[in-house]
Nanobody, 115 residues
């Protein structure tokens, strides 16, 4: 069982940047994947970016070249740097952590991109 706390969301203008952070605590042993998902009104939750414990990353096509996921294993923290933000990036962003037998979620943080 892992507890995840997201931070860094907010309101930003199109073309702007935000950095989201997710800190893990509790039973954090053997986390092999951490990622960011998002869900917009009327849409299914989708994987935005993920990173393995080995440092391999993957991104949704819609954010490639604009978003970067990174992980600080010593701090049990994952980050999502979001640049060149677009209105369609508006969503609740959720942190996810996976272990051998468990799947944990944060409470979500709102990102709104608007003029």
């Amino acid at each position: 069982q892992v507890q995840l706390v997201e931070s860094g969301g907010g309101l930003v203008q199109p073309g702007g940047s935000l950095r989201l952070s997710c800190s893990a605590s509790g039973s954090i042993f053997s986390i092999n994947f951490m990622g960011w998902y998002r869900q917009a009104p009327g849409k299914e939750r989708e994987l935005v970016a993920g990173i393995t414990n080995g440092g391999n990353t993957n991104y949704a096509d819609s954010v490639k070249g604009r978003f970067t996921i990174s992980r600080d294993n010593a701090k049990n923290t994952v980050y999502l740097q979001m640049n060149s933000l677009k209105p369609e990036d508006t969503a609740v962003y959720y942190c996810n952590a996976r272990q051998m037998w468990t799947n944990s979620w944060g409470q979500g943080t709102q990102v709104t991109v608007s003029s």
